[in-house]
């Protein structure tokens, strides 16, 4: 017999679409879904509309890691490109594709070696591979722009309203501090207590994530920073910068001794040596491509005018770039990592050293001296021959050989102290046995 017509049959078969599908797909059948509900609220709510609960599961979903946009890193990643875009497009207009080419090739032959000591020196100072690649890309983008179109600027202002003495002033003092400068803002933004984040929670409720659209409901951590320490105990101790943002390989030791003060580890300075080589690094080497680029198309040009006028082409038609090469690339490799370095020990030992005076007096001690460093050096070129080889042998020499024994010291006493805990570690577990 017949089912009764009415809207019985119509509800159970309403019901039986609703229901999702949980047979296994085999071989040979498919399974027919049922109706679909678009839920756009889930994406992009209304005003006023509040979004219903997820659906109850039959099996809770597998524990994971939350995605997690961080507003901060997106903005330093499309800030970064933004530059790089920029700065290729200025050393192009003043190098040509070809000459950017050469440029950059030429430029990458002393890059291993300086990130290969950098990365040694690392060893020591731990720190993160998100913050090497960010000083690594700030100096060779932003650094480079900023300095570029404020040199440009500079040159133009001083040799106009200066004359000859202009360019004097421009190589020696403005380009020394614009350049330290905007390499130094690097360590600064490290700093800055930005850490905002967007975060989705796909994993856990199952919903789709659209962090850029809105920010989920989810309950905010305060963010702890070194205050002004208190008591009785306060007066003599380390007081970090209250609104700076506390990283850990930036951390004073403790007081040794019975002494009030804290001091400044090899780790600290080398992370500030390793920051600050990383920003340089970055950009000497968009630097070296501009240089190398802007001698090879000039040389080419004059190789060029050569065979116009019947004279054969030979290798001397690239000496300037030659020049430029041993130069840049073979003689003065860790010229821009030395400077910034200074400038990293001092912001180093102001963060970490619990005597007030010298917490005031390291950084820009520490980039005054870097300034000055540069200047001379750019000054040095000037001076001829002699003269360079002069200020070579009795200033850069000797900095560098102080810069290496320094690193061979911390990574020396980092092992010391790492063998020295192995041994109390394997003491201690022979006396607890």
Request: aromatic content about 6%.
């Amino acid at each position: 017999m017949g089912s009764p017509a009415g809207g019985g049959s119509r509800a159970t078969v309403q019901a039986a679409a609703d229901v999702p599908e949980t047979v296994p797909r085999t071989g040979d059948t498919r399974t027919i879904p049922g109706p679909r509900r678009r839920r756009v609220h889930r994406l992009v709510p209304w005003p006023g509309v509040a979004s219903p609960p997820p659906a109850p599961t039959a099996a809770p979903a597998r524990p994971g890691r939350s995605v997690a946009v961080s507003s901060v890193t997106a903005t330093a990643v499309l800030t970064l490109a933004g530059c790089g875009v920029l700065i290729l497009r200025l050393v192009q207009r003043q190098t040509g594709t070809v000459g950017l080419l050469v440029g950059i090739g030429l430029a990458m032959v002393p890059l291993p070696f300086v990130l290969g000591a950098l990365a040694w020196l690392n060893l020591t100072a731990r720190v993160p591979l998100r913050h090497t690649v960010f000083c690594l890309g700030w100096g060779a983008c932003a650094a480079t722009t900023v300095a570029i179109v404020a040199n440009n600027w500079t040159a133009s202002y001083l040799t106009s309203h200066q004359g000859p003495l202009g360019e004097v002033l421009g190589a020696g003092i403005a380009t020394p501090v614009i350049e330290e400068t905007a390499k130094a803002t690097a360590l600064l933004v490290l700093l800055l207590p930005l850490g905002q984040r967007l975060r989705c929670h796909g994993r856990r409720t199952g919903r789709p994530c659209a962090p850029l659209l809105r920010r989920l409901p989810t309950p905010r951590r305060p963010r702890t920073y070194a205050r002004r320490p208190t008591g009785p105990h306060a007066r003599g101790r380390l007081r970090l910068r209250p609104y700076l943002r506390p990283l850990p390989y930036l951390c004073p030791a403790p007081p040794s001794g019975g002494g009030p003060h804290r001091r400044s580890r090899p780790r600290t300075l080398t992370a500030g040596v390793v920051l600050g080589g990383m920003t340089a690094c970055g950009f000497a080497f968009t630097e070296n491509a501009l240089y190398l680029g802007r001698a090879f198309t000039s040389d080419q040009r004059q190789r060029l005018d050569s065979i116009g006028l019947g004279d054969p082409p030979s290798l001397r038609d690239f000496d300037s770039t030659v020049q430029t090469f041993v130069l840049r690339a073979l003689l003065s490799p860790f010229a821009h990592p030395l400077f910034t370095a200074l400038t990293g020990i001092g912001l180093a030992v102001a963060l970490t050293t619990g005597r007030r005076w010298l917490a005031r007096l390291a950084a820009p001690t520490g980039l005054l001296l870097a300034m000055a460093l540069h200047g001379t050096w750019n000054a040095a070129a000037d001076l001829g021959t002699d003269g360079f080889l002069v200020v070579y042998g009795a200033l850069m020499v000797p900095c560098f050989a102080a810069l290496v024994c320094f690193a061979a010291w911390a990574r020396t006493r980092s092992v010391r102290h790492a063998t020295r805990r192995g041994r109390r570690a394997a003491e201690r577990s022979a006396v607890v046995a």
